[in-house]
């Protein structure tokens, strides 16, 4: 079991474009949470998914992110309009539907706008 | 709102010294509590996760305690090694899915 992956592990954007972080949750996990890391803080929440379904975004900014969890293929969180201030490092968990233990973190995305 | 902080911030001790790093949260009401281990520019390791019902897990070295009612978890480090030095941060899961993370003890072990 290859483990939750994340890819590109390193993504370095000018501001105003477009950066697209992948995560293809582990086997059998039907769950996809994001979480980003800003430098010298703690990881804040940012969406929960599942196949087809966002069920919890309260953690996403208003404007300019997106995210999605097709039926096939990896969630997808979408920055558009990238500004110095979205560098950060962005992780993905996953979780199967049951969740007794934690979910499983991948290595993250380190974004960096220039 | 669940807030999570955990003290010190940073801690630097010799290799062989027993630790203890403190996490504390502001609502009781958590389903679990974990704690992970996070190296320069790499992702998180889970080390213990403790239910609501339990008072204690141990893996090696390790021991992670919680008392809710005081809202405070630690997690003990027996015997440390310079590989043992990281960011260590615990996080608590309540009534949704979602994890509230604090924001870390960078711990340095010096050989």
């Known amino acids: 079991n290859a483990g939750v992956m994340q890819n590109p592990r390193h993504l370095v954007r000018r501001r105003g474009q477009e950066a697209r972080l992948r995560c293809s949750p582990m086997k059998g996990h039907s769950h996809v949470y994001w979480y980003r890391q800003l430098p010298e803080e703690g990881l804040k929440f940012m969406v929960y998914l599942q196949k087809e379904n966002i069920i919890d975004e309260s953690g996403m900014p208003k404007e300019r992110f997106s995210a999605e969890f097709p039926k096939e293929g990896p969630s997808i969180l979408r920055i558009q309009q990238v500004v110095r201030g979205d560098s950060a490092a962005y992780f993905c968990?996953?979780?199967?539907?049951?969740?007794?233990?934690?979910?499983?973190f991948g290595p993250g995305t380190r974004l960096t706008v220039l | 709102k669940q807030e999570v902080t955990q003290i010190p911030a940073a801690l630097s001790v010799p290799e062989g010294e027993n630790l203890v790093l403190n996490c504390s949260f502001t609502d009781s009401a958590i389903y679990n509590l974990q704690w992970f281990r996070q190296d320069p520019g790499k992702g998180l390791t889970s080390l213990l996760l403790?239910?609501?019902?339990?008072r204690e897990q141990t893996s090696g070295r390790l021991n992670a305690s919680l008392d809710k009612s005081s809202g405070r978890s630690t997690l003990y480090i027996a015997a440390s090694q310079p590989g043992d030095s990281a960011t260590y941060l615990c996080?608590?899961?309540?009534?949704?899915?979602?994890?509230?993370f604090g924001k870390g003890t960078k711990l340095t072990v010096n050989p």
């Open positions: 403790i239910q609501s019902s339990q």
């Open positions: 968990a996953s979780s199967p539907l049951v969740l007794r233990e934690g979910p499983i």
């Open positions: 996080a608590n899961k309540g009534g949704s899915e979602k994890l509230v």
